[in-house]
């Protein structure tokens, strides 16, 4: 698994600590019943803190997976291939 | 400590056995992260208690203070930002900016800080209320240059500076150091705008983490060291008093040895506030006492007892020290110029808090003050503090002549004059008794801590009674120094905390207790919630002489074995209020 992926996955599990690794690729805002708009907003600041990026307000909205906040992630560090 | 960090130590599981304890988090803004930080501050200082953070409403401060104080008795933190005062000093209101707004707001404030300060009275009347007044920046509400403070700004900043001042005169109120703060979190850092706007929480992640480990440190306090052990040369005063002689050695600005001067300054501050301070030195005896009788000292001769003077380790005249004073070395704090003393002494003492003085680094010397400063921080003074270190050496002479008396050791305590004075109420009367019950180790019942919510609901129970003991002989007094908790029916009386000073031993007060218990409620039994601790064995051989039996856990003792098993008691007493 690449870095990022795996450090994304990390603060999946800080966020989420009932999912497992696979469990955290797989999941969406509809597939985790704890996943809320409080969550959003731990899961931003959790990933921001690890990354050391701020993501703005505006892409809060389509951070709805695991694999749309890995995309909003590669973009703001410029890691997007 | 980071967000992740957090919220991985809030999400540990905590022990079957440990203790339910809540704190009420107070704010108007959107808590979130802050709740986070201030349940893993919590979790980390109270390791076996399972703390929880309650809140009220969002944006509704005054109604959550309303309705908690109309609920139960949890510790409460306040946590006021601008909004608080008036919405327009907040980011998410629109309500104007305009100088016509600005005596307005300040009315507001002024209203506001008026019923803040009585529901905080109200709360403080059965909990610790922590208050952390406005934290961030003023928003940019003056039509004049940031350079140049508004005197709208500065009314409210005084409005806000006021109610500390009050609030921090409450009993049970603790008011965050601004100035700590400051040092701990850069003004320009706090504020997160994004955040604010997004989900209402106005912090940075770095504010709130700084805010949330002060803010629980003033929820649960730790407890003061009690005692301060002291090398002389290059630490009390600059120079060798063997090689420069008693005029040779120095303290103040002149000498440019101000750091030692300020370091006896603290010492003396410290003694002042109950702290005993003993000195062990390397060194020829009569030329220390005679630098000690230097009439230029700034601490107090008589405020340094016992002073240790011989060529023996280090670590003995400790011994002796904590002997005299008996008292725990993780209650102690040593401190010597010499890396190669502290080392020794902390191998004797693992638990002792052994700090190095930095001689010949002023601005190390300073920064090393404010720590010795915060090892010693409590609450409240009470009149206990001021007779402390003198009754301490009142009881050394007291054992002193029990051993060189002629006299049996009955007819020494006969020769006392003691007077017991009992105290039964069923209302805590002021901080002392919560005090003991949470720094008293030797002559524990059960080695149980409490928090003023704890205590208060304790006293709140059918029955409950608070037994407060005070004494004093013709050595002198030695104030409050033993605390009983507990219920009483027809039949029996329950202790559920008993606690007293280890300066109080060896006067059979503990026996007249008992004594004075089972006369005033005619009670046949009496059951001890006891538990063994690592520490109280004093107590334990207490129970054995009168019980005829170590207890193991809890236990009774009636009212013909006690009277058969105590020794003669000769104290007068003196009842003082029954409530």
């Not at chain 2, 770095?206 to 301060?228: D, E, F, I, W, Y």
Request: some cysteine.
């Amino acid at each position: 698994m690449p870095e990022l992926q795996a450090r994304l996955v990390n603060c999946f599990a800080t966020v989420f600590p009932a999912l497992d690794e696979n469990e955290i690729q797989l999941s969406s805002h509809t597939s985790v019943a704890n996943w809320d708009s409080l969550a959003t907003v731990t899961l931003v600041s959790v990933v921001e803190e690890e990354f050391g990026i701020s993501i703005p307000a505006e892409d809060f909205e389509y951070m709805i997976s695991f694999d749309l906040v890995l995309d909003v992630l590669k973009r703001r560090t410029g890691s997007g291939s | 400590m980071k967000l992740a960090e957090a919220l991985r130590i809030v999400q540990q599981p905590t022990t079957a056995d440990a203790e339910q304890t809540s704190v009420y988090l107070a704010c108007g803004f959107m808590p979130l992260h802050l709740i986070t930080f201030l349940e893993a501050n919590l979790r980390q200082l109270l390791p076996h208690k399972a703390a929880k953070i309650e809140t009220g409403i969002y944006g509704d401060l005054s109604g959550n203070l309303d309705r908690l104080n109309k609920g139960d008795a949890s510790d409460l933190v306040v946590v006021f930002e601008w909004s608080d005062f008036d919405p327009r000093l907040g980011l998410r209101s629109l309500g104007g900016w305009g100088p016509e707004s600005l005596p307005d707001i300040v009315s507001d404030v002024r209203s506001s800080t008026a019923r803040f300060l009585e529901l905080i009275q109200l709360a403080a009347k059965s909990r610790v209320v922590v208050v952390s007044l406005p934290t961030l920046p003023l928003p940019p509400i003056s039509y004049q240059a940031n350079e140049q403070a508004s005197i709208w700004q500065l009314q409210v900043w005084d409005m806000i500076g006021g109610l500390a001042v009050e609030l921090a005169g409450i009993a049970n109120v603790r008011v965050l150091n601004r100035q700590q703060l400051d040092k701990a979190s850069p003004l320009s850092e706090r504020l997160d705008v994004k955040s604010d706007f997004t989900s209402g929480f106005p912090y940075s992640l770095k504010h709130a983490s700084t805010l949330a480990q002060m803010l629980a440190t003033l929820v649960r306090l730790p407890q003061p060291k009690k005692g301060l052990i002291t090398d002389l040369d290059d630490t009390l005063w600059r120079g060798l008093v063997g090689e420069d002689g008693v005029e040779g050695i120095s303290w103040g600005l002149d000498q440019q040895s101000q750091s030692n001067a300020l370091y006896q300054q603290t010492l003396a501050a410290l003694a002042a506030s109950g702290a005993l301070v003993g000195v062990a030195s390397k060194n020829d005896h009569a030329l220390v006492m005679s630098a000690l009788g230097r009439d230029d000292l700034i601490i107090r001769r008589d405020d340094l007892f016992p002073i240790e003077v011989s060529w023996q380790p280090k670590s003995e005249s400790v011994r002796r020290i904590l002997a005299v004073w008996n008292v725990n070395a993780d209650s102690i704090v040593f401190v010597d110029d010499s890396p190669h003393e502290v080392a020794e002494v902390k191998a004797a003492f693992p638990t002792m808090e052994c700090l190095v003085f930095p001689a010949g680094d002023d601005q190390a010397a300073y920064e090393f003050l404010e720590k010795l400063r915060n090892l010693f921080a409590k609450d409240a003074m009470s009149a206990e503090d001021a007779i402390r270190q003198e009754s301490i050496r009142r009881s050394s002479e007291l054992h002193d002549a029990a051993r060189h008396s002629a006299y049996s050791h009955d007819e020494f305590l006969q020769n006392l004059e003691a007077e017991i004075t009992l105290t039964l109420t069923n209302e805590i009367v002021d901080a002392r008794a919560l005090e003991l019950i949470n720094k008293t180790n030797q002559f524990n019942l059960n080695g149980r801590r409490l928090t003023s919510a704890e205590f208060q609901t304790m006293l709140l129970r059918p029955n409950a009674f608070l037994l407060v003991t005070s004494y004093k002989d013709k050595y002198g007094p030695l104030g409050r120094i033993a605390v009983m908790l507990g219920t009483q029916n027809e039949q029996q009386v329950d202790v559920d905390v008993w606690v007293m000073s280890c300066r109080a031993f060896s006067r059979r007060i503990e026996h007249k207790i008992l004594e004075y218990l089972f006369d005033k409620f005619g009670v046949s039994e009496i059951n001890f919630a006891f538990e063994s601790t690592e520490r109280n064995s004093p107590l334990q051989e207490f129970f054995h002489s009168v019980a005829g039996q170590v207890p193991q856990q809890e236990f009774r003792i009636d009212r013909e074995t006690f009277f058969s098993n105590k020794p003669a008691l000769q104290q007068r007493v003196k009842e003082l209020a029954y409530a």
